[in-house]
Every structure is written in structure tokens, then in C-alpha cells.
């Protein structure tokens, strides 16, 4: 029972370990692109189940403590939060953190090498047409890929 609060190192390398991670993988996540975010796919969430894995020796050693668990848990909500405070506060941080959107297509125009480039589907332009009433590409006023990796269609009138 006491093995729950011995810690396997000293508290302060938990803390540092955590920073380490939460931001070497935001960074990743970040390159890795809005379509991960938005548009899971099942491959998508098999690499989000096993970062979480990969990525627990880094951040435990070879602590097995509930004590250590706590300070990891409590250290990366930490982060997230600051994160979310100072992008609230940063709109460059904001734009590197979140993205910017991205036009996938104006007035009747689409951006395929944009398309490729943000590794979006052409279907998936086409399922966000559909959603809007959209009956071909010529029609389309504006199709934004979103920060949130949705994809966005407005129409033209007529």
C-alpha cells in the first residue's frame, strides 16, 4: 500500500517530462494537419490510441505510483489550460496552435493542389457539397477548410 505514494523519481522530473511530451506532441499533432483533428477516420483514431501509448514510458519511467499518475495528470491539464489561456491572449499563437483556414475552392474553382496539400479527399469536398445542397463544383461560391477540420461550402444564389 505505501508503494502507492513512493514516487520512482523526484516530482520535479515528472512535471518536466510531461512539458516535454505535451509539447513535442502538440507540435506533431500541429504538422501533422487539420484533417486528423476534424475528419477522423478510423486509422486516425488507431494513431490517436496508440500515441497515448507510445508516448507513456516518457512520460512514467519507471514509476508505477498513484502519486506520480496525479502529478502527470494535474501537469498536463495544466498545460492544456495555459495553452488555451495564451492563445485566447496570442493571435499568432492562436494561428500556430489552432491553424488558419484554408480556401479549397471559389467561385465555381477548385483548389485541388490545395486539396493535396491539406490531405483532404476530393469526396470529402464532395460530402460537405452534398450537406449544402450543392449540385456541382461550378456552383460553389467559396469551400473553406476550416480550423476545426470541417469543410465549409457556401453556394452560389440561383
Same mark, same amino acid.
Given at each position: 500500500?505505501?508503494?502507492?505514494?513512493?514516487?520512482?523519481?523526484?516530482?520535479?522530473?515528472?512535471?518536466?517530462?510531461?512539458?516535454?511530451?505535451?509539447?513535442?506532441?502538440?507540435?506533431?499533432?500541429?504538422?501533422?494537419?487539420?484533417?486528423?483533428?476534424?475528419?477522423?477516420?478510423?486509422?486516425?483514431?488507431?494513431?490517436? +490510441?496508440?500515441?497515448?501509448?507510445?508516448?507513456?514510458?516518457?512520460?512514467?519511467?519507471?514509476?508505477?505510483?498513484?502519486?506520480?499518475?496525479?502529478?502527470?495528470?494535474?501537469?498536463?491539464?495544466?498545460?492544456?489550460?495555459?495553452?488555451?489561456?495564451?492563445?485566447?491572449?496570442?493571435?499568432?499563437?492562436?494561428?500556430?496552435?489552432?491553424?488558419?483556414?484554408?480556401?479549397?475552392?471559389?467561385?465555381?474553382?477548385?483548389?485541388?493542389?490545395?486539396?493535396?496539400?491539406?490531405?483532404?479527399?476530393?469526396?470529402?469536398?464532395? +460530402?460537405?457539397?452534398?450537406?449544402?445542397?450543392?449540385?456541382?463544383?461550378?456552383?460553389?461560391?467559396?469551400?473553406?477548410?476550416?480550423?476545426?477540420?470541417?469543410?465549409?461550402?457556401?453556394?452560389?444564389?440561383?
Amino acid at each position: 500500500m505505501s508503494d502507492l505514494f513512493d514516487l520512482g523519481m523526484p516530482w520535479f522530473e515528472f512535471i518536466l517530462r510531461a512539458a516535454a511530451v505535451y509539447i513535442v506532441v502538440l507540435m506533431l499533432t500541429r504538422l501533422s494537419g487539420k484533417r486528423s483533428i476534424g475528419q477522423s477516420a478510423p486509422f486516425d483514431m488507431l494513431v490517436i +490510441v496508440l500515441l497515448g501509448t507510445a508516448v507513456q514510458n516518457s512520460l512514467i519511467g519507471e514509476d508505477t505510483s498513484l502519486l506520480g499518475g496525479l502529478i502527470l495528470a494535474a501537469t498536463l491539464l495544466t498545460l492544456n489550460w495555459l495553452t488555451g489561456y495564451m492563445t485566447a491572449r496570442s493571435h499568432r499563437l492562436h494561428a500556430w496552435v489552432e491553424g488558419t483556414p484554408i480556401i479549397l475552392a471559389r467561385n465555381g474553382k477548385v483548389f485541388w493542389d490545395q486539396l493535396r496539400r491539406c490531405n483532404v479527399a476530393p469526396e470529402d469536398l464532395d +460530402v460537405a457539397m452534398r450537406k449544402e445542397g450543392c449540385e456541382g463544383h461550378h456552383r460553389i461560391k467559396l469551400a473553406v477548410l476550416e480550423t476545426s477540420g470541417d469543410i465549409t461550402v457556401e453556394i452560389e444564389s440561383g
